[in-house]
């Protein structure tokens, strides 16, 4: 019956959505992406509109389904993955409020220092991670405190995914993933904790019903459905955080297993069985039932990289950058990029820090600064790697995302990580796939779980071991030497 059904995958990342079709057996067969923008109104700001998400989205699927109609009449089943965690309400007809705060905006770092730090304790017992504006707690007080109007005219605060969602289906409704980052649920009970609701004077009836991620919620509305170019009938499924959809497309579901996702953020995971508590990292619920992600993401990687080309170069492209970083050398000639943009996540969690290059003189070109900024991110990265300890120690990381596209970024991460990179070659993105793998779930179809390709291994090379070992003290060394001075630097001192 379900052998030549096939399932439409949706993923929202941070720079653009994603969205491919999947069969049975696992293939992708085809995928398309969109790009959307991203607004900076004030220091440590990030923004964007969701009908941004949603234009982007439909574009991309009517993109497949009109150059394939033979593929699209054989889709039953959607699922949408996104970025998160996001503040993003609808008002009672079910029209966007204001822009959506994405995970990248640091505003709530004073709510935080203020009316949270007495409840510190309390909030990271029940949500399992550090008190932070990364989570949507914060950010939901500092609107209600700042801008009392949009707060009063939200109805209900969605995820993207759950904008998505609720568009194709008309229903409103939030998946275990997302809510698990609002810092607003007990992740023990997977519920809302309503003890948090009251003390900071929140309204549980602006939050939706928590769906498990494989939850089928309703059917693509048939005004949705003829606009997009889908059959009639097509079930939708609750979805998932990207962080969550990757491992899941990447096959990886064994506590232990390691990956790094690789896009405008990276990140190092590692599958647990159970929530971990870790004061510098974050534990993510998993797409699978009954399991966890301990997860360390950087702020800004591939998005130092698109930094570079649109504001600084304004000539270049991915590919030539590739051959440019090739074409300098490991230590990009005395070069250190520290790679924060916009604050950072793990394992420093400061709001106040900012990108520097360091030992830049007269004689430093165009390829020194592209492989600094690619040795920066792999830096950052280490100093995530290093939060894990020793259970870690030697084990191959699964690479996927963006930026794996790059052979020399690979190798330049292999090299400072010390450890083995297999980069999945499966041609087909894996957050994609990870939903697809939940319209299977929600179906009661086995996954096809996809074989790890043994033959794209990048290992590190030893003649760079000293060289990135000492770029590695430096790069600690200048970030101790400047910590201090960006809140000077905010404050205008």
């Not at 999947?22 to 969109?34: F, I, M, P, Y």
Request: charged share 25%; proline share 5%.
């Amino acid at each position: 019956m379900w052998s030549d059904k096939l399932f439409l995958g949706v993923d929202v990342g941070t720079t653009s959505v994603k969205a491919g079709l999947v069969d049975a057996g696992g293939n992708g067969l085809c995928q398309v992406s969109r790009e959307y923008p991203s607004f900076y109104p004030s220091e440590g700001w990030a923004e964007q509109r969701a009908e941004d998400w949603w234009n982007a989205a439909a574009a991309a699927v009517r993109q497949l389904t009109a150059a394939r109609p033979d593929l699209a009449s054989r889709i039953c089943c959607v699922c949408v993955s996104s970025q998160a965690p996001t503040l993003f309400g609808i008002d009672r007809q079910g029209n966007p409020v204001g822009n959506a705060m994405i995970w990248m905006d640091r505003r709530a770092q004073g709510i935080c220092e203020r009316e949270l730090a007495l409840h510190k304790a309390y909030i990271e017992a029940y949500s399992g991670n550090r008190l932070d504006p990364y989570y949507v707690l914060p950010k939901l007080l500092w609107q209600k405190e700042n801008d009392p109007k949009t707060y009063r005219k939200v109805d209900q605060y969605l995820q993207i995914n759950g904008w998505l969602v609720y568009r194709l289906t008309g229903r409103r409704t939030i998946d275990q993933t997302h809510a698990a980052l609002t810092q607003m649920v007990n992740i023990y009970q997977m519920d809302w904790e309503e003890k948090a609701f009251g003390l900071f004077g929140l309204e549980m009836e602006k939050w939706p019903r928590i769906c498990g991620c494989g939850e089928i919620v309703g059917e693509v509305l048939p005004a949705v459905a003829e606009a997009w170019g889908l059959p009639p009938s097509v079930l939708v499924v609750a979805g998932c955080i990207d962080g969550a959809a990757v491992p899941l497309g990447l096959g990886l579901r064994t506590a232990g297993d390691i990956f790094e996702m690789s896009g405008q953020s990276s990140g190092i995971g590692v599958l647990q069985a159970e929530p971990k508590f870790h004061p510098n990292l974050c534990s993510l619920k998993h797409a699978l039932s009954g399991q966890w992600i301990l997860k360390g993401s950087m702020s800004c990687s591939g998005g130092a990289l698109k930094w570079f080309r649109d504001q600084v170069d304004r000539a270049g492209d991915y590919q030539e950058y590739d051959r440019l970083a090739d074409s300098s050398v490991p230590g990009a000639r005395g070069v250190t990029f520290l790679p924060y943009l916009n604050g950072e996540r793990a394992p420093l969690w400061d709001t106040s820090l900012r990108g520097i290059y360091f030992g830049i003189s007269t004689a430093t070109d165009r390829a020194d600064l592209v492989r600094a900024i690619m040795e920066g991110t792999g830096y950052a990265l280490r100093t995530i790697l290093e939060e894990f300890g020793t259970e870690l120690e030697k084990k191959p990381i699964l690479g996927t995302g963006g930026g794996y596209r790059s052979p020399v970024w690979t190798q330049i991460k292999a090299d400072i990580l010390n450890r083995e990179i297999c980069v999945y070659k499966m041609g087909f993105d894996a957050a994609v796939r990870g939903d697809a793998f939940l319209c299977m779930q929600a179906l009661g179809l086995p996954i096809p779980w996809p074989e790890r390709d043994a033959g794209s291994v990048c290992r590190p090379k030893a003649e760079n071991r000293a060289v990135y070992d000492v770029g590695y003290e430096l790069f600690q060394k200048i970030y101790r030497a400047n910590r201090e001075l960006f809140p000077l630097r905010l404050r205008g001192e």
